[in-house]
């Protein structure tokens, strides 16, 4: 099994502020941000995607941390 490169924890505070009010591109910028300050890339296609699946009704936050963590690029 694969070691989580992020904290639920912080992985909770990440998607409750991408559900309270961004628009998509100020969103998908938040998680580029998030992923940079952990050592991480991320294409803005791929960030908007995810943004789009957190907001998913029925969504769970383990579900957003496999998004993250697949598409997380080593910078």
Aim: with cysteine; net charge negative; charged share 20%.
């Amino acid at each position: 099994m694969m070691a989580e490169k992020f904290s639920l924890p912080e992985l909770a505070a990440l998607r409750s502020e991408l559900l309270h009010g961004f628009d998509s591109r100020d969103a998908a910028e938040l998680i580029q941000m998030f992923l940079a300050g952990h050592g991480y890339g991320v294409s803005a296609e791929e960030a908007h995607n995810a943004v789009c699946k957190a907001g998913m009704p029925g969504g769970t936050l383990e579900a957003f941390q496999r998004d993250l963590e697949s598409i997380a690029l080593v910078n």
